[in-house]
């Protein structure tokens, strides 16, 4: 089977990352967290003969939703989101949108469960709810390619804040202990900001979860 390609954009008032994935040699593609101008990272998709197929949110926070609206109108692909999300998905003020200016709220098509697994564009998709971040913030995980989509649950050498509503810190570690950690150790990790890592080393030097 041929190799998943990840690429990302990087937009929005907080440096968010906008993942999109494909098969080589296919031109269907899935993306992740259209954080803003999602017009803009439409017609960059459009220029490399891409066509979006799903839409996948980690979380519904503000810098991962800002482009969604605009994205799903012109691609017409249906929206994902974990089902623990559903109160920060439809609350600007609990997503935090409110407070910068753009209220906004999410209406996805499909609510996934813990576990539950999706294939789209030839790419399945396991769903692993990470809350503690938000209280249903997920990870994508791809076992084809040992690819995990983390959101901010885990960053390189750091992890994602937990005093925005509906956070936790306890619980964010536990679910990184819990349910990333336990990922094998090439897992290459794909955060909502910043650089990309691995499951090695962030259970190496991330003194974070260490503590």
Known sequence: ??????NCFVVGMVQTNFY???REGSNETIVFDPADLGERLYEE???LDLEVKAIF???????????LEAMKKLTGAPVYACIHEKRVCES???????????????SPDFWLEDNEE?????????????PGHTEGSCAFYIEDGHILISGDTLFEGSV???DFPTGDGETLLNSIRTRLYTLPDDTVV??????????AYEKKHNWFVRA
């Open 1 to 6: 089977m041929a190799d998943i390609k990840v």
């Open 20 to 22: 999109f994935l494909h």
């Open 45 to 47: 998709l459009v220029k």
């Open 57 to 67: 949110l980690t979380h519904a926070h503000f810098d991962h939703i800002m482009g």
């Open 92 to 106: 600007a003020q609990i997503n935090q949108s409110a407070s910068f200016g753009r209220p906004c709220v999410v």
């Open 118 to 130: 999706v294939t789209v564009a030839g790419i399945t998709m396991k769903t692993l709810h990470t």
């Open 160 to 162: 994602g804040r937990s």
């Open 190 to 199: 794909f955060s909502g900001h910043g650089n990309s890592t691995t499951i």
